[in-house]
């Protein structure tokens, strides 16, 4: 990696890191704004209301998610997708973190494990991404749009996008956290592609080329206004009805498939990853997932570590191999009203069993 490269590399992991930084905060201050606007009786976004317009805590949250997708999407520009799309896990990390002081959403043990699996998994990905094939122009990003394996790949997204918001959503998107979050995924591919292209214009356009005179350039735009758009309406109804600290996770998932799947059909990006480079890449996604499943599957069971020796005492108790003179009925070893428990009546138990085997 020449000095060139390497500075490139180091501007669009900085600027990942700030995004994910500006992104979780934009999931806090729109879930407030949209709570607020709950409490006064306006109707919620969920229902097809768009009160949240009117609330400077949303506007707050959506500046900040415009400052958190520039940086990305300069990000873009610097660093290959495969690196930059992984970081997004930094923004789950801020989101729960910032989701416990402020909402009141319980982060339990599970979902700090989760939270750290999700940073091992994003670094992991990182140290092992492939390297796309250089697009030093726009024209050759035209030549690649054009390749049959990804106009495949859009069609197939644009048709399972209409399906889900026009016969899915309306049915189930109230009811299952993976509809409306599945619209922003498929679309999210289609905008980072968007975002690509257009990082790579203006990077021509400040070499001095004439790029606004190309038409790609305004169709990647238009097509970016409008991803975006639907992005944000379906994001904004997913967090009006579901936990923050569901969407996020389960979102940024899907999201990172979505992009991963469209990058590699794009740039090309796996055919010359070594099998070491593919197994990480590939474990490191598995670690992120699995520290998702711990966010999402726990979050309602209340675990401290306070309370650890507890439930391994109650789990020693319910095991087939345990002693039987080891563990007393439940009754006898339950917390009181106050929260302790009770002393163990041990002193006349030898003679309560001698008295059973008379």
Known sequence: MDSATSLDFYIGLSLA????????GSFILKKKGLLRLASKGSMRAGQGGYAYLKEWLWWAGLISMGAGEAANFAAYAFAPATLVT???????????????????????????IGCLLCILGSTVMVIHAPQEE????????????????FIVFTVCIVASSLVLMFFVA????????????????VIGALSVSCVKGLGIGIKELFAGTTILKEPLFWCLLVMLVICITIQISYLNKALDIFNTSIVTPIYYVFFTISVMAC????????????????????????TIILGIFLLHAFKDITFTWDSLPLYLRQAHQGSPWAPPY??????????????????????????REEKQWH
């Open 17 to 24: 890191v700030s995004s994910c930084i500006f992104i979780g």
């Open 170 to 185: 309306p049915r189930y998107g109230q009811k299952n956290v993976l509809v409306y979050i599945l619209i922003c995924s």
């Open 134 to 149: 250089e697009v030093a122009s726009l024209s050759a990003m035209a030549d690649k749009l054009k390749d049959p394996g």
């Open 263 to 286: 990058s590699a059909i794009l740039f090309k990006e796996w055919l010359r990853m070594t099998a070491d480079g593919a197994l990480g890449t590939i474990s490191g996604f598995l």
């Open 86 to 112: 992984p970081l997004g896990a930094l923004s789950v990390l801020v989101s729960a973190v910032l989701a416990s002081y402020f909402l009141d959403e319980r982060l339990n043990v599970h979902g700090k």
């Open 326 to 351: 080891a563990p007393l009925p439940s009754h006898e070893s339950a917390p009181g009203d106050d929260g302790k428990v009770p002393p163990r009546d041990t002193g006349n138990r030898v003679d």
